[in-house]
């Protein structure tokens, strides 16, 4: 126990006695690679003492953006404020704690997209702000399983349609329960635009605390739809003519228990704060999209039509602006005042996600810039002359021209700190890959 900070032995001590009591079997340790993908170290739980006073050694040389073969040793240590009893796992009973990953040193792991979200969030906290708080809109489709390959949507309803009883109200109920076994609150559930389409929100959260939910919160929804009749998939564009999965992120910084983006006489409730936030992540959108809309599959969601957010430019009723200014009720106002960033989609890592938002709003802030003239006309229905007059421009079309923003934007780039070769190395590979592939599109439209 000498291993541990004083501040942690309470609740190390807390941890100990709740999986004795509760006859946990299993300790199942989680981080997330460079790209997102959670991964999972399952441990028996008579190592709890070592892993709670040491951590535990990993080999992470196959981990996608972590290391090079010869340096491949490296150390999980667990945040114990992220312990839960993993509510899926009924008849061997497991636990979970999300890690933070180090190396041989000693010091910590700089791809470790856990490290790289937190580093930014000391930068922010450098600049006089306590808190960057996200709340995440998860989009998602659920798909027969016995159709695939076909993607074939398992309901023919739209938006905010109900069914009383349905295979898929069962698979969110119990991964909403799910949540709340985690401590996760899920503010609302309802069915989405697209056929088999669904959205499920949690509530606003520390950024980091926010990036753990959100991981969680898809985990959850695999662990219910494996060996069902129901396929989860938050892809971003998985049918043509359909809505595609969008990720929209809701922001606001927070000074001494103040929502610092509020202010009442200002645009919208904005603060100047807010404001030059604002400005700051519509001058690095272009960048942020190799980022929030990773994939290959991302811009065939980032398409006019079903309110995907193109345009780079802002607005309050706006649905087809990149950044919305949402309402809030007149007793929440002062709490509720934020910006909705529409780009995201679900294949983002939210570590990563979060960071690259941070450093671009609060690059905005540094620059002292005011955003142009909110825009609240359907950009879609703008001929190019209108676009060109006020100088709204698009997200890259591809993500060729999403990387190649990327590269020659530094201040978004610095978020990866030395894994920013190995971030770009990786996008780069998925494109040429892309590029390699004969599609059925293709097939159909040349053979």
């Avoid at 951590?55 to 945040?79: H, K, N, T």
């Avoid at 669904?198 to 929804?221: M, P, S, W």
Wanted: contains cysteine; hydrophobic residues 40%.
């Amino acid at each position: 126990m000498a291993a541990r900070k004083k501040d942690d032995e309470t609740q190390a001590r807390r941890i100990q006695a709740v999986v004795k009591k509760e006859g946990v079997a299993f300790i199942s340790l989680q981080f997330s690679d460079l790209l997102g993908q959670p991964k999972i170290v399952t441990v028996s739980a008579e190592k709890l003492d070592d892993i709670l006073d040491s951590g535990i050694w990993f080999d992470g040389s196959s981990v996608e953006g972590f290391a090079r073969i010869a340096e491949s040793d490296m150390l999980l240590r667990p945040d114990l404020n992220t312990f839960a009893i993993v509510p899926w796992n009924t008849e061997r009973k497991t636990a979970r704690l999300i890690c933070n990953v180090f190396m041989m040193s000693g010091e910590p792991l700089q791809a470790d997209p856990r490290y790289i979200l937190q580093q930014v969030l000391r930068r922010a906290k450098e600049k006089g702000f306590d808190d960057y708080c996200v709340g995440a809109e998860l989009e998602f489709y659920l798909l027969e399983r016995s159709a695939l390959p076909k993607l074939q949507p398992h309901d023919h309803k739209g938006y905010f349609d109900y069914t009383p009883q349905s295979r898929a109200i069962n698979v969110i109920e119990k991964t909403m329960e799910a949540l709340m076994a985690f401590g996760i609150q899920s503010e609302m559930y309802h069915h989405e635009v697209g056929r088999g389409q669904h959205e499920i929100d949690v509530r606003y959260a520390n950024a980091l605390v926010a990036a753990d939910n959100l991981l969680t919160t898809k985990l959850a929804l695999k662990a219910y739809t494996s060996g069902t009749e129901l396929k989860a998939t938050w892809m971003p564009k998985p049918l043509t003519g359909f809505a595609g999965n969008g990720l929209h992120v809701h922001q606001s910084l927070w000074k001494n228990g103040g929502n610092v983006f509020y202010a009442a006489q200002g645009e919208h409730g904005l603060s100047k704060i807010a404001m030059h936030f604002l400005a700051g992540q519509l001058a690095h959108a272009k960048a942020l999209s190799a980022i929030v809309s990773p994939t290959v599959n991302s811009y065939k969601r980032l398409v006019s039509g079903f309110e995907a957010p193109v345009y780079i430019c802002w607005g309050q009723t706006n649905r087809s602006s990149l950044i919305r200014i949402p309402h809030s009720s007149k007793e929440r106002v002062a709490q509720g005042a934020r910006l909705e960033y529409r780009a995201p989609d679900p294949s983002c890592n939210p570590y990563l996600a979060f960071a690259a938002l941070l450093a671009a709003g609060l690059d905005g802030i540094k620059q002292g810039d005011a955003p142009p003239k909110a825009v609240e006309e359907d950009v879609y229905h703008m001929s190019q002359e209108s676009l060109a007059k006020q100088n709204i421009a698009t997200l890259p079309g591809d993500l060729r021209g999403a990387i190649e923003a990327l590269e020659s934007d530094e201040v978004i780039l610095s978020i990866f700190g030395v894994a920013r070769d190995r971030y770009l190395e990786a996008k780069k590979l998925e494109w040429r890959q892309f590029m390699y592939e004969v599609t059925p599109w293709e097939v159909d439209r040349y053979l």
